[in-house]
């Protein structure tokens, strides 16, 4: 719903704005997402994200980095 005023981008604020369906993962641009967002919140506004757990492709890419793994190598594969 909204909390009535402005936001900080100029136009109607809201108590909250819900970003679903994994939509900042899907955005090239996260960082004017997100600024475009929290311009739309009234102060003390929530902003609600869902992610992929991400954290065992990070892992992964940890790991490969760390042991000179190449990218495109699949798991098991042999030069």
């Known amino acids: 719903g909204s909390g009535g005023g402005e936001g900080s981008g100029g136009g109607e604020a809201f108590d909250a704005v819900l ?3 994994n ?6 641009r996260h960082a004017e997402l997100l600024e475009r967002c929290a311009g739309a919140l009234r102060p003390g506004g929530a ?3 869902d992610v992929y757990n ?3 492709w990070h892992d992964d890419a940890l790991a490969d980095e760390r042991d000179g793994g190449g990218e495109g ?3 098991g594969e042999e030069e």
């Open 23 to 28: 939509t900042l993962f899907c955005t090239p």
């Open 54 to 56: 991400a954290r065992d």
């Open 19 to 21: 970003l679903t369906a």
């Open 73 to 75: 190598e699949e798991e």
């Open 47 to 49: 902003l609600l994200f």
